[in-house]
């Protein structure tokens, strides 16, 4: 079982910051890929960025390449989601996810409750 803890939400102006973190606890971190996905208002949830276990690949979600960055600490079972040059289109609630296996899919072992970023324009 693994147990995922998002912080670092919250209200920010259109081109803003904010970094969101997520705190694993459970089996081994770094035997996990880890990734972030949020769901807008009215829409479905949808995948922004991962990072696998060993922290050498990472995939985007092609609206926030370049604006996002995803990073892990499994010295401290975190990962992180960096999020620059904020745009309204970006409120949503944010969820951390975790995987075991392959690399290859999205479909995610665990999820944390989730985190609201709210974009103001």
Known sequence: Q???????????????SLRLSCAAE????????MAWFRQAPGLE?????????????????DS???????SRDNGKNTVYLQMNSLK???TAVYYCAARQGSW???DMHYW??????TVSS
């Open 26 to 33: 459970g089996r081994t971190f770094s035997d996990w890929h």
């Open 112 to 117: 944390g409750k989730g985190i609201l970023v």
């Open 104 to 106: 290859d899919t999205y």
């Open 2 to 16: 693994v147990q995922l803890v998002e912080s670092g939400g919250g209200l920010v102006q259109a081109g803003g």
């Open 88 to 90: 309204p289109e970006d």
């Open 45 to 61: 949830r949808e995948f922004v960025a991962a990072i696998r276990s060993d922290g050498f690949a990472r995939k985007y979600l």
């Open 64 to 70: 926030v390449q370049g604006r996002f960055t995803i």
